[in-house]
């Protein structure tokens, strides 16, 4: 089995419990109630820094990389 099978399978088993945990209307019940989404590309092109990052503790070929308790102290 190939490191891609195995993150595969987690994220099927993952896909399962979550499926099994919070009915489809529920679902869509919580959806119906959250902002939108922000335009990236508006954001991206403004005035100022522009960033996107993103803080990995961990990789499923490598195991640990970093022990990062407080991704946002990592902030500009």
Known sequence: ???????LAGVREDLAVRMAGVPIDELKE???HV?????VYSV??????S???EVKRSSPSRG???EILSP?????
């Open 1 to 7: 089995m190939t490191v891609l099978d195995d993150i």
């Open 30 to 32: 919580r959806a119906a």
């Open 35 to 39: 902002r939108p989404a922000r335009d």
């Open 44 to 49: 991206l092109k403004g005035d100022g820094v």
């Open 51 to 53: 960033v996107i990052a």
């Open 64 to 66: 640990a990389l970093a």
């Open 72 to 76: 946002a102290s990592l902030a500009l």
